[in-house]
C-alpha cells in the first residue's frame, strides 16, 4: 500500500506492521524518481508493507520529530520503531531487502 | 534546425600519441639528422608543453649529454644518456614563455647548440606565489604538485621556475616507480566528482606507456608493491558505498589479481564517524601503504578519523590508530594507548605511510579536531600537521614523536587532501594542499572547490624540514592534491619507442531498474540544456544542463533493449571534494559517465526530462 498522507494520517498508520516512511520534496530529482521506484516496490510486494509518503515542506512537526535534514530520505519501521534509515535516491532491490529484512 | 545534440568523438591520448610517435620515427628514418643537424619534436607526446624529444644518429656508438641552460648557472638541467649510435633523447626541465638554449654534447666530442621557443604554456596566469630555498638544497630536483582543482600538475625548480608541466587533468597522487617513470590518475573521469577510469604509467617527457583501466574507477592513491604489481584505491561502481575497495593490478597484464573489500574487516554501521561522515562514503580511503615487514596494508579513512592497518594475506584487522571515542567495545583491542607527552590523535587524516624503521606518519589534517560535535573547530581556530606516531604492537602503545605545522595555525590548516614524505631521519617534506579563504578572508569552512564557487581563495603550501629546520616553503595559488620531489631524469631509461597500451576493463555504469512513463514526443532536447555528447572508445559522457529538480534520465534504447541511467539535477551538499577538476561553475550544468562495458550494438540516445521523452539525435555504438 503506498498513500502520501498529512502527519495526522502518518501518526494513525505508523504503528503497525512494517512502514516506509518516505519525506519527498515536490521541487526534488531524486523524490521524483524515488516515487517511481516506491510504486514499483508497492506494486512487488502489496499489502505486506506500507509505503506513506510525506511531504518534507508541508509538515515540519513531522520532519522536526524524526530529524530529518534532507530528501529524499527513508526511514523504516516496525511496530512504530525506526530501524533503518536511507538518504538520497535508492534502488529498488536494496528497498525490497531492507523491507524483507523486518518481515 | 539541427537534428542532432553536440557530439564529439574523443580519442585516447594513448592513440594519439602512438601515431605522433610513429610520425615522429618515420620523420626521422626519413631524414639526415646528425647530432649538428638534429630532428627536434617540440612536445613530442603532446601533453608536456616543457618537453622535447632530439633525434639524431652518429657514426660511433658515443654517450651524448643534454643540457638545459638554466637562466642561472644552478638552474641548467643536465643528463647523460648512454652510448648509442641512434639517440632518441628526451629533453626536460624547459621553460615557459622563453626562448630555451639546449646543448647537445657527445662524450669528448661535438657539442650542437639549438634555440626552442617555447610559448607562455600558463597563458599569462600567476602559478607561483614563492619559492624558498637554496639551489644547494634541491639541487636538480623539482617539487610536483598534482591537480585538486582546475590548476594542472607542475613542477618548480629552486628558483620557482616552471620546469614540468602537464596539459591534461591527471589528477590524485603521482609516484616515480622503481623504474623511474610516474605513476598517475588518469585525465578520464568514469564516475562523477572524481572517480578514474585507472592509471597511467608516463615518462617525464608525456609518454604513457600503460593505461591500467581499474573496473571500479580510480580515486587518491596508488602504490607499487616490491614484485612491481600496483595497488589501486577504487570502489564497487554497483554498491551503495564509495571509496572503501582497494585491488592489486598485475603490472603486465593489467588485471585485477586481489581485492580488498573493507566491509570485510570494518562494519560501517559500528564505525565511529569524523565530522565528514556519511552513509554513502562511510571510510572515505584517500591513501595506502604497503609494510615489507609485516606483509600489512595500513588504509587512511576520511570519515573515520584512523589509520587501519590490515594482514595483506588474509585481511584480517591487525590495528588501528585514531581516537577510539566512539569506537564499540568489539574494536578496542585493535586501539592503541598513548603515552609521552604533547600526545594529540590526528583528524580526517591522508597519506598515511609506514617509516622503515615501523612508524607511521600521516598529513593530520586535523579536521574538525574532535570526535564530539559539540566540540568541532572552527577554521579559523584550527591547524594541520605532518605528524609521526612510534608504535609499539606488542603493548598497544603509541607515542608522537614529531610533528610540523600546528604552530602555524589556520595559515596552515587543510580540511582536505594534502600529504607528507619521509626521505630519512629527521628529513620530511609536508604539504598542506588545501587552504581555503572565504570572500571577505578569512579561513574558509567550506572545502576549497566550494570557497572558490562562493568567491573565495585558495592556496597550497609546501614545505620540506631537515632536522627541525625548515630547507624549502613552496606557496603557490589554487588547491593541489599532493607534492612530490622528483628529478626530471632517471639512470633507467627516460624514453622507450614503442605503441602504449590499454590495459584491463571498465565496469559497466550503474542502472536504474525503474521504467519512467514518459510521453515520446519526438523533439530534439531544448536549446536551453546545450546538450553534448562526448564519445570514447570505452565510455561516453553526457553534458547538459537542467532546471534543478527536474527527473531526468537518460536512457540508451536499441528495440525492446532500454538501459536507464538516472541524472540528478539537485545539487547535494558534499562533505568531501578531495579534487574538484570536474566541477561546473554552474550547478545546473550536468556531466554522467556511462561505461560501454555490457552493452553490445548500436543504441538510440534519448533523455527523459519529468514527462516528456527528447531525442538527441546521437546513436552510440559499444
Known amino acids: ?103 | 534546425m539541427t537534428e542532432q545534440i553536440k557530439y564529439t568523438k574523443i580519442e585516447h591520448i594513448i592513440l594519439q600519441q602512438n601515431r605522433a610517435e610513429k610520425e615522429m620515427l618515420a620523420e626521422f628514418e626519413n631524414g639526415d639528422y646528425t647530432i649538428e643537424n638534429p630532428l627536434v619534436k617540440y612536445n613530442a607526446y603532446l601533453i608536456n608543453p616543457l618537453s622535447a624529444v632530439v633525434l639524431f644518429k652518429t657514426d660511433k656508438e658515443v654517450a651524448v649529454t643534454v643540457r638545459v641552460i638554466g637562466k642561472t648557472p644552478a638552474a641548467t638541467i643536465s643528463h647523460t644518456f648512454p652510448k648509442a649510435k641512434t639517440h632518441i633523447l628526451p629533453v626536460l626541465g624547459l621553460y615557459s614563455d622563453y626562448e630555451n638554449t639546449v646543448e647537445i654534447e657527445a662524450y669528448r666530442g661535438k657539442k650542437t647548440t639549438l634555440k626552442i621557443n617555447v610559448p607562455d604554456v600558463f597563458n599569462g596566469k600567476k602559478i607561483i606565489d614563492y619559492m624558498q630555498t637554496t639551489p644547494e638544497y634541491l639541487e636538480d630536483n623539482i617539487i610536483v604538485v598534482s591537480p585538486a582543482g582546475q590548476d594542472l600538475s607542475t613542477g618548480f625548480d629552486f628558483a620557482g621556475d616552471a620546469r614540468w608541466h602537464l596539459t591534461i587533468p591527471c589528477v590524485f597522487d603521482l609516484k616515480r616507480l622503481k623504474n623511474g617513470n610516474l605513476i598517475i590518475g588518469t585525465d578520464r573521469l568514469l564516475k562523477m566528482s572524481y572517480y578514474m577510469s585507472g592509471l597511467y604509467e608516463m615518462s617525464l617527457v608525456g609518454k604513457i606507456y600503460k593505461e591500467y583501466r581499474v573496473p571500479g574507477g580510480y580515486h587518491h592513491d596508488s602504490f607499487e608493491l616490491p614484485n612491481g604489481n600496483l595497488l589501486s584505491l577504487t570502489e564497487d561502481l554497483r554498491s551503495d558505498t564509495v571509496e572503501d575497495m582497494c585491488v592489486e593490478i598485475d603490472r603486465q597484464t593489467g588485471e585485477v589479481v586481489k581485492t580488498w573489500d573493507y566491509k570485510n574487516f570494518l562494519n560501517p554501521a559500528k564505525v565511529s564517524h569524523s565530522g565528514s561522515w556519511t552513509d554513502e562514503d562511510w571510510f572515505h580511503n584517500n591513501a595506502v601503504w604497503y609494510d615489507e615487514n609485516t606483509n600489512s596494508l595500513t588504509f587512511s579513512g576520511r570519515h573515520i578519523d584512523a589509520m587501519v592497518n590490515i594482514d595483506y594475506e588474509t585481511g584480517e584487522l591487525n590495528w588501528i590508530i585514531g581516537d577510539p571515542e566512539g569506537w564499540p567495545e568489539e574494536y578496542q583491542k585493535y586501539f592503541f594507548k598513548p603515552i609521552g607527552n604533547n600526545f594529540e590523535w590526528q583528524y580526517e587524516q591522508h597519506a598515511c605511510l609506514i617509516t622503515p624503521d615501523g612508524d607511521v606518519m600521516c598529513f593530520d589534517n586535523h579536521h574538525f579536531g574532535s570526535k564530539n560535535p559539540d566540540k568541532f573547530a572552527k577554521a579559523s581556530e584550527s591547524y594541520s600537521r605532518g605528524v609521526r606516531y612510534h608504535i609499539n604492537t606488542e603493548e598497544m602503545t603509541i607515542e608522537q614523536v614529531w610533528q610540523y605545522g600546528k604552530d602555524r595555525g589556520a595559515e596552515f590548516f587543510s580540511p582536505y587532501i594534502c600529504n607528507v614524505e619521509f626521505y630519512n631521519q629527521g628529513h620530511y617534506l609536508v604539504h598542506s594542499g588545501g587552504i581555503a579563504y572565504d570572500k571577505d578572508g578569512n579561513p574558509s569552512e567550506a572545502l576549497g572547490p566550494f570557497a572558490i564557487q562562493a568567491g573565495g581563495s585558495i592556496n597550497s603550501i609546501t614545505v620540506e624540514i631537515c632536522n627541525n629546520t625548515k630547507m624549502l616553503e613552496l606557496k603557490v595559488p589554487g588547491n593541489y592534491y599532493r607534492a612530490e620531489k622528483l628529478t626530471l631524469y632517471t639512470d633507467g631509461i627516460n624514453l622507450e619507442m614503442g605503441d602504449g597500451q590499454i590495459l584491463g576493463y571498465i565496469n559497466d555504469s550503474r542502472e536504474m531498474d525503474t521504467e519512467v512513463p514518459a510521453e515520446a514526443c519526438g523533439e530534439l532536447m531544448p536549446e536551453f540544456c546545450n546538450a553534448h555528447i562526448e564519445d570514447e572508445y570505452d565510455k561516453f559522457t553526457f553534458l547538459s544542463r537542467f532546471v534543478k529538480g527536474d527527473l531526468v534520465l537518460l536512457q540508451l534504447e536499441k528495440g525492446d533493449e532500454i538501459h536507464r541511467y538516472y541524472i540528478s539535477t539537485t545539487s547535494r551538499p558534499a562533505t568531501a571534494m578531495c579534487v574538484g577538476t570536474f566541477l561546473d561553475t554552474d550547478d545546473r550544468n550536468t556531466r554522467t559517465v556511462i561505461s560501454k562495458t555490457g552493452l553490445s550494438g548500436t543504441y538510440d540516445v534519448r533523455v527523459i526530462i519529468n514527462d516528456k521523452k527528447y531525442e538527441t539525435g546521437v546513436q552510440i555504438t559499444c
Open chain 1, 1 to 103: 500500500m503506498l498513500k502520501e498522507v498529512t502527519s495526522q494520517e502518518f501518526k494513525e498508520m505508523y504503528q503497525d506492521g512494517v512502514v516506509v516512511a518516505d519525506f519527498f520534496s515536490t521541487t526534488c530529482g531524486p523524490c521524483k524518481m524515488l516515487s517511481f521506484v516506491l510504486a514499483d516496490v508497492d506494486k512487488t510486494l502489496g499489502d505486506k508493507v506500507k509505503i506513506l509518503k510525506v511531504d518534507f515542506d508541508k509538515n515540519k512537526d513531522l520532519t522536526d520529530e524524526y530529524k530529518v535534514v534532507g530528501y529524499p530520505t527513508l526511514i523504516f519501521m516496525k511496530d512504530g520503531v525506526e530501524v533503518k534509515r536511507l538518504q538520497g535516491l535508492q534502488q529498488k532491490p536494496l528497498i525490497i531487502k531492507t523491507i524483507e529484512e523486518q518481515l
